[in-house]
């Protein structure tokens, strides 16, 4: 007959060892996918990859212009979402805490957050690609605006949160005004944490395919003005790799190992920026 102790001690045991198979089948397929992407993506890294823009089938060519359409398009979604998630997760924190409208705002960005990104590119489509009769560079960017903002915003929130109250009032028993204290204080003592939010959301839009085959669609040319079709690596990735040409399919392989490369690092930056800022504190 086991004692109290000896069935507590079995039970641990049982839910350590389940806990540890469960997190090496998650492992197992992530080093799989890794592995693929990197056998069949690797060997058609090249320098014309950066250099010549998408060719026709049996042509040689690159994907230059899909990666700086990319890079426009997250670049100016950020420039809409940031300020937008931050400023939002400020009033959540700081100055509407308690507020009426805040469990309203917590309930819209939780929708947008687990809400599937091709809805919001079929929102853009509606409010922007058939009101200008064309899609766009510009409708592109704010459907990864609009993804980019609730991953923001609730990192924004908590990070705030975790700043001590005590350092709110002692700041304002100095006689600093509110929007002093969030400004100079607040936001300096959770900077670490902001950023990390961000790269999370540059992260996340990234790669986003659906939302853009509504609103960018595709350009196979530079696209030197956003008011037209633009290339992008998400894009040109899905058409390629679903075409019957071989070496369509070779720079699909290529662009998604880029992607999956430029994502990871982006994720390492902000766990090590999020990993000072917690040594800071401490």
């Known amino acids: ?95 509407g805490r308690q507020s009426r409208a805040a469990p309203v705002i917590r309930f819209v960005s939780d929708i947008l957050l687990s809400a599937p990104s091709i809805v919001i590119g079929v929102f853009v489509y509606t409010i922007i690609v058939l009101q200008t009769g064309h899609f766009s560079g510009w409708a592109g960017a704010v459907a990864l605006a609009l993804i980019a903002i609730p991953v923001v915003l609730r990192t924004t929130e908590d990070m705030l949160r975790l700043v001590p109250d005590s350092t709110r009032e002692a700041a304002a028993a100095l006689g600093a005004p509110q929007w002093k204290v969030v400004v100079l204080i607040v936001y300096r003592a959770a900077r670490g944490g902001i950023v990390t939010g961000v790269l999370l959301a540059v992260a996340r839009i990234s790669g986003e395919t659906a939302p853009l085959l509504f609103t960018a669609l595709n350009n196979q040319f530079w696209s030197s003005s956003l008011n037209r079709p633009v290339a992008n690596l998400p894009v040109v990735i899905f058409q390629f790799a679903m075409s019957p040409y071989d070496d369509w399919q070779h720079l699909a392989w290529a662009g998604a190992l880029l992607i999956t490369g430029g994502i990871l690092v982006l994720n390492i930056v902000a766990r090590m920026i999020q990993g000072t800022g917690k040594r800071a504190r401490y």
């Open 1 to 95: 007959m086991l004692t109290l102790y000896s069935r507590r001690k079995v039970m641990n045991s049982f839910w350590l060892v389940m806990s540890v198979l469960a997190t090496a089948f998650g492992l197992f397929w992530l080093a799989w996918l890794l592995w693929t992407l990197l056998s069949n993506g690797f060997q058609w890294l090249a320098w014309s990859l950066f250099t010549q823009t998408t060719p026709p089938p049996g042509s040689a060519g690159g994907l230059a212009n899909a990666i700086v359409g990319s890079l426009v398009m997250t670049a100016v979604g950020m420039l809409i979402g940031a300020p937008v998630g931050v400023l939002a997760g400020t009033f959540l924190s700081e100055f």
